[in-house]
């Protein structure tokens, strides 16, 4: 059951975390029109420059829980990363639940109302004459924050089997950091470099 839970929340922060991905080809293609149209035209556009603001916010937003469940949010780790996985999920889950839960709610609760304030009088961006509507940025605020939670929660579960079993349960792995790559091939150059001077 919390298995199934952890992996149902990894799948799903991956599918939104994927689909909002594709954000940055859209903002890609939008920002080299403007660039074209501004520089080799002399024609810039009214809506440019709103398009890049909110779809890298909408991006930024609901990539969070993404982010969370590939462990890829930035920490300090140069004393974390030594220590047994006991002692890591008993910090882990400590600071779940002092300071990641009370900020990620706070965040629910107030982009609620922030968000819901701005849908009522159908916001627009003041930055231009286009008009271009930010309500529904302002509304991923709370969703954003509500998937994080959800993910928090699953984290929380994934200490909580750590602590049990003396391990961490695998994670899904879509994209990996160079550095743990570069790793990983000199181990096996060195595994096989060892291997060859043995074989002498």
Not at 45 to 50: K, L, N, P, Q
Not at 90 to 113: H, K, M, N, Q, R
Not at 165 to 183: I, M, T
Request: glycine share 8%; hydrophobic share 50%.
């Amino acid at each position: 059951m919390i298995n199934r839970f952890i992996y149902g929340m990894n799948v799903l922060s991956r599918m939104i975390g994927h689909a909002f991905a594709w954000g940055l080809v859209i903002l890609t293609m939008g920002t080299c029109y403007e660039v074209f149209v501004r520089y080799v035209l002399r024609a810039p556009t009214s809506w440019a420059f709103d398009m890049s603001y909110t779809l890298y916010g909408a991006m930024f937003f609901m990539a969070g829980a993404y982010a969370l469940s590939r462990g890829a949010h930035v920490r300090a780790d140069m004393f974390y990363r030594l220590w047994a996985p006991r002692t890591q999920a008993i910090v882990e889950l400590v600071l779940y639940i002092a300071f990641f839960f009370p900020g990620v709610l706070a965040l629910v609760i107030s982009g609620w109302d922030y968000g819901l304030g701005s849908m009522k009088i159908r916001e627009v961006s003041v930055n231009s004459p286009a008009g271009v509507p930010i309500w529904p940025l302002k509304m991923l605020i709370p969703f954003g924050a509500g998937l994080l939670a959800l993910q928090g929660f699953a984290e929380v579960l994934r200490c909580i089997q750590c602590l049990h079993d003396n391990r961490w349960a695998p994670r899904l792995h879509d994209v990996e950091e160079l550095e743990k790559q570069l790793l990983e091939e000199h181990a096996k150059k060195a595994a096989q470099e060892g291997a060859q001077g043995a074989a002498r």
